[in-house]
């Protein structure tokens, strides 16, 4: 007996591979759309957003940096150098690179001989604050970095830069060195941790000791490691210009020598000497006594920082009488051979006695000079006046800043005649009443 074909089982047959041709279909379809999406996408991202990722790219891999040009030299007049700046590096700390804190500090200090809980301080509170910029050491020079490099050496950290520790970097900076250390430190000054002049020279001539700030462009690859680097222009940029001083090596370090014997001969606190050629007024040396060495500042007393020979004002005693005598002399009044009888030995003015223990004769007014007596200064500046007197004192200089490049330097002073008192003239002709500073008495006798 033949059978009849299953019509059910043919229909399920033709049902199924209906179903399994459009699952394939709607699979091929997905496909087509999902590509069609890319395609639309990488169109829009090319034509429309062209610009915007190629600037997102460029700041991934490329960042700007900042360097200063290194200071201008200070020289002596014979080119030796007193001041001057060499490279430097400086290590800090990014606290966001820095999971390990307290082993970080830890690490860092034992390196660096510092004490652990103050860099675990520093770290935590920037880490706190979001900083990405702490200085854990401040201008070493190349040998020092190396050392550190060497001692802070983690091999299995994938990181390109020196040193190969976790949120460590290093800073390109300049150090300033003063190779001759004491001498003339007043005078030469010092520049603080920026770089920026703070005393003497260095602060009078910052503007053109001072280096332009150098912008540059580095790009980096995914490592880190900078494969390219370009050089901002800056139309307006200032080079650092050197600065040669009037001052001699050899002159000053003898002046130098000569005024501490002299202080400690004469068990005083402090001294300053000055010496200048006569014929063109330019300064040899500029002694104080104490000193510092200015490639240690941060050591030194406030009071050894302070210029005497320009900043502190005295008393000149018979020092001035040769103003006194140069102003009579000028006004025709007295001759050095000229005679003056000083045996009374003191004289009166404004209720108030001058004596005077070497007028004891009649003496040449050069003799008179010799001897600085009392008497013969105070009968010659009576003999000038008031008016006279003051107006000489100014026209040496006194009362007033002689300009030399230097911060801080004091006027001296000397009272208008109208504020005077009855023995004011006799006071202020042998230097009583009155202040200068060293460098004004310098200069009136230059």
Known sequence: MQKRPNKISRSRRKNSAQTIFTRFMLIVAFFILWIGGIGVRLVHLQINQHEWLAEQAQDQRRNQVKSKQLRGTIYDRTERALAMSVQAKSLFADPAEIEDVEGTAKKVAAVLKLKPSDVFNQLTKAKVENKRFVYLARKLD????????????????RKFDEPRFAGLHWKEEQKRSYPQKTLAAQVVGFSNAEDVGSAGIEQSQEGLLHGAVIKKWQDRDRLGRVYDETELEEDERELPKDVVLTISNSIQYKTEQALEAGVKASNAKSGMAIVLDPKTGEILAMANYPTFDPNRFNEVAPESLTNRAVQSMYSPGSVFKLITYAAALQ?????PDGEIDCRKGFIEVGGHRFNDPH????????????????????????GLGKDRFYNYALEFGFGSPT????????????????????????????????????????????
């Open 403 to 446: 300009g030399i490049e230097l911060p801080a330097e004091a006027r001296g002073q000397i009272r208008p005649p109208g504020t005077w008192f009855g023995d004011s003239l006799a006071s202020m002709s042998i230097g009583y009443e009155l202040n200068v500073t060293a460098l004004q008495a310098a200069s009136a006798y230059a």
């Open 359 to 382: 007028a004891t004769k009649v003496m040449s007014y050069g003799d008179a000079f010799a001897v600085s007596s009392n008497y013969a200064a105070i009968k010659t500046a009576l």
């Open 142 to 157: 190349e040998d020092a970095a190396e050392k550190i490099n060497d001692a802070l050496k983690n091999t299995d950290l």
């Open 331 to 335: 006004e025709n009044m007295i001759k």
